[in-house]
Structure formats: structure tokens, C-alpha cells
């Protein structure tokens, strides 16, 4: 059941369970920061100091969530903890790998969209240590990627409501935000990656200039 706070502004997480998909025990340390133009979330505790081996793949399974508020703060409690602790993210990239098949196996494109730009910021979060979550990514690839070959060639709009009220980056169609993300992983992979995207998504072309 979700609680409304009467003076504070701020939308707390119940503590038997963040929704129907997670349970969890205790709740996160979390609650909905409605003070200014945007929402964001707000910490009970510093990110650094949290368990990553817990906590990240609870976020990163809450991103196949579609009711709010329970989206937006797994979404942007993936985001928080990827921007604050990308040095804790490598050891946990085996525990993510269930929750990102998972969502992208719910095959709703809100959920797809939401999950490729994810994978987007986590190639890169570790950029200054030799992009080591974009090389441990590559044995996954197996996994995650197989199920884009049905959306790689949709050109539909996504349209600017797609990705819970923030416009669509860059990219304005499901195959263009794919390929984007496959480039990603390629140019942050290291150099087994462009085969291994490449047997699995055949379609793609590489976007490094030898």
C-alpha cells in the first residue's frame, strides 16, 4: 500500500514491499523528493555507503515496473548508484544479468526503452577504469540481446510521454535506440565485442572506423 506523507512532500516507500515485483525486507532507504521542478530521489543514507551486492540488482529488477511511484524510483535509483559508486558496479554485473533478461523479455516497449538507455549509462559508468563493465558485459550478450532482433526494426515514434515524462535523447524510434545502444556496448566492449553482437543481432554494422 502506498503511503502519502501529510506535510513533508514526500512519497516513502512501504516498508513490506517496493511493489508487486520486489519484495523486500528491509525496505530501501529511499523516499520521493517532491520539492522542485523535477522529482528525484532522496537518499535516507549515502549511496557510498550502501550494499551494492543488495541493493543494485533490487533496482535493477524494479526497472521492469510499469506503476508509479515504483518506476521512477527504480530507474533513478539505478542511475544514482551507477553515478556515485562506478567502481562498485563491476562485481556486481553477474546479479544484474536475470533482472535486464527479464525486463526486456516483458517485450512492452516502455519497459525496453527504459532498460536500453540503462545499459547505455552502465557500458560507460566506469569510463576512467578501462571501461572494465563494458568487456564484463560481453559473456552476457547471449542472454540479453537475442530479443532486440524483434524490435531492431521498428521505426514507430516513441513519442515524449515513452519514458515516464523525460523526451526521448538522441534517438526517436525502438531500432534506433537500439543500434545506438549496440554501438555502445561495441565501442565499450573491448575487442571481442563487435563479433559477439554481431552473431547475435546479424543486422548490425560496426561503428568503429578500423
Not at 511493489?19 to 520521493?32: D, G, K, R, Y
Not at 536500453?116 to 540481446?145: M, T
Amino acid at each position: 500500500m502506498k503511503k502519502r506523507s501529510g506535510t513533508g512532500g514526500t512519497l516513502t516507500v512501504p516498508k513490506k514491499e517496493v511493489s508487486s515485483i520486489i519484495p523486500l525486507e528491509p525496505a530501501p532507504p529511499v523516499q520521493i523528493d517532491h520539492g522542485g521542478v523535477h522529482n528525484r530521489i532522496a537518499w535516507k543514507v549515502g549511496i557510498d555507503k550502501l550494499d551494492y551486492h543488495h541493493y543494485l540488482p533490487i533496482f535493477f529488477d524494479g526497472l521492469r515496473e510499469i506503476e508509479e511511484p515504483y518506476a521512477f524510483l527504480a530507474e533513478q535509483g539505478v542511475y544514482d548508484m551507477m553515478q556515485v559508486g562506478p567502481n562498485k558496479v563491476l562485481s556486481v554485473i553477474p546479479q544484474l544479468i536475470i533482472p535486464i533478461k527479464t525486463a526486456l523479455n516483458t517485450r512492452q516497449r516502455v519497459v525496453i526503452v527504459k532498460v536500453l538507455k540503462v545499459l547505455k549509462a552502465l557500458v560507460k559508468c566506469d569510463q576512467n577504469e578501462q571501461n572494465l563493465v563494458g568487456q564484463a558485459l560481453v559473456p552476457y550478450y547471449r542472454q540479453i540481446l537475442p530479443v532486440l532482433n524483434i524490435f531492431i526494426r521498428q521505426n514507430e515514434n516513441l513519442g515524449d510521454g515513452i519514458d515516464y515524462g523525460q523526451k526521448t535523447r538522441g534517438s526517436h524510434c525502438l531500432g534506433e535506440l537500439i543500434m545506438e545502444t549496440l554501438e555502445e556496448f561495441e565501442l565499450h566492449g573491448g575487442e571481442d565485442a563487435f563479433i559477439n553482437i554481431k552473431y547475435l543481432v546479424p543486422v548490425y554494422q560496426s561503428s568503429i572506423v578500423a
